[in-house]
């Protein structure tokens, strides 16, 4: 058995008799953890795209590289 299908199981085990009020913020803690992580890869891809503001070029100039190397290669 995989190591989400027994989280899984040890989770459901857990809110068997949690009362609601402690449900409510499991809930809440979860869609935390979730907005963290979306959060943390959104700041990932802002840094990234900032570091490369520089270098990247655009479709016309990719293009015209790309035609340069096919001469090259004939």
Request: net charge neutral; glycine share 2%.
């Amino acid at each position: 058995m995989g190591a989400r299908k027994l989280y899984e199981e040890q989770i459901l085990k857990l809110l068997e008799n949690m009362p609601e009020e402690e449900l409510a913020k499991v809930v809440s803690m979860i869609e935390k953890l979730q907005q963290e992580k979306k959060q943390a890869y959104l700041k990932a891809i802002r840094e990234s795209a900032g570091k490369f503001a520089d270098s990247l070029s655009s479709t016309e100039e990719f293009m015209r590289r790309k035609q340069e190397e096919k001469l090259l290669d004939r």
